[in-house]
């Protein structure tokens, strides 16, 4: 089968197309045909050797795909083969045309959601989720600030936000980007290169401020975050490329909590709530992932370069 690997760590030019022996299920694992890849900005930070979590070389990236079941191992019952499904995680990566995925990483897909939307669920919408109901404790009434709203988990966000009952205003770099915002839900909508952005959000407050602000560049913006929330406000950070300085006490005056976000630490409970959510947004209608762009899996390290250009929209995917 084809496969990207990568045999050392660099630029978005170690994602290689090769010929790779089929993967084959073990007890408790299945076996995928990949329809569909999600691509995500930590999969270039693996990749570019800078994150903390380094894999054996080679390998294969990703972990995020949808696809139909081809074969199952010994013990798995409750999937069996000719099965839509999305996954969490996998044993083997996702960049190629199957791969092998320990069972409770691999969750059924409505009939209702395409194989890229598919591979558009899981780290945006479980992020979006665990940011904004989990860590931020977000309910309905609270008034959410999303910044980058028009990418994967900004996109999730306002959906979700909007479902729960919360007033939503989503930021968003271009025209194209912020139309999105709008269609997706959110009641206002601003430009964040805009010098006032700050000044727009406690105007459409009425001098209140927002109660949680769910932070994708918070090297950017984690300063000004503090200056507009409202008293007990959050701001959930979870995205960030560099240092900022901040004054604590823009925090002290509001009795803010800045909360970090990493959804490989989120507990097994959190994890079953998150699943239980989505299957039933995914289900019923309320939650539409959007797949801005897709490219041919030869065509991963120029999905590398795009993912961390500006102006997003939607989710990036590779097809097999």
């Known amino acids: ?186 009641h206002h909508v601003i430009d964040h290169s805009s010098p006032d952005w700050a000044d727009q959000v406690m105007r459409i407050t009425e001098g209140r401020g927002v109660d949680i602000v769910l932070e994708m560049l918070a090297n950017v913006n984690l300063a000004k975050d503090l200056v507009i929330l409202n008293r007990n406000g959050r701001v959930a950070v979870i995205g960030n490329r560099g240092t900022i300085e901040i004054n604590p006490r823009d925090a002290m005056s509001r009795r803010a909590d800045i909360l970090g976000v990493l959804l490989l630490l989120a507990t097994e409970e959190e994890k079953r709530s998150i699943r239980a959510a989505l299957h039933a947004g995914l289900s019923n209608g309320t939650l539409n992932p959007i797949v801005g762009q897709t490219y041919p899996l030869a065509q991963a390290a120029e999905a590398h370069r795009k993912i961390l250009s500006s102006g997003a929209y939607g989710k990036i995917v590779l097809i097999p």
């Not at 084809?2 to 978005?12: D, T």
């Not at 199957?98 to 780290?123: C, M, N, Y």
């Not at 919408?125 to 109901?133: C, K, Q, V």
């Open 1 to 186: 089968m084809k496969a990207i690997r990568v045999h050392e760590f660099g630029g978005p030019e170690v994602l290689r197309l090769e010929e790779v022996p089929e993967p084959k299920p073990g007890v408790g694992e299945v076996l995928i045909q990949v329809k569909a890849i999600g691509v995500n900005p930590i999969e270039t930070y693996i990749r570019s050797g800078t994150y903390a979590l380094k894999p054996s070389l080679p390998y294969i990236p990703g972990w995020e795909c949808a696809g139909v079941v081809e074969a199952v191992g010994e013990g798995v019952t409750r999937l069996r083969a000719g099965d839509r499904v999305y996954t969490s995680g996998t044993v083997t990566g996702v960049y190629a045309e199957k791969t092998v995925a320990k069972l409770e990483t691999v969750h059924p897909l409505p009939e209702r959601i395409s194989f890229p939307q598919g591979a558009a669920v899981d780290i945006a919408y479980s992020t979006a989720y665990h940011a904004l109901f989990q860590r931020a404790r977000g309910v309905p009434g609270d008034t959410v600030l999303v910044h980058g709203a028009s990418g994967g988990v900004g996109i999730a966000a306002v959906q979700l936000a909007r479902n729960a009952g919360m007033t939503v205003i989503g930021t968003g770099g271009t025209e194209k980007g912020r139309e999105l915002v709008r269609s997706q839900g959110a």
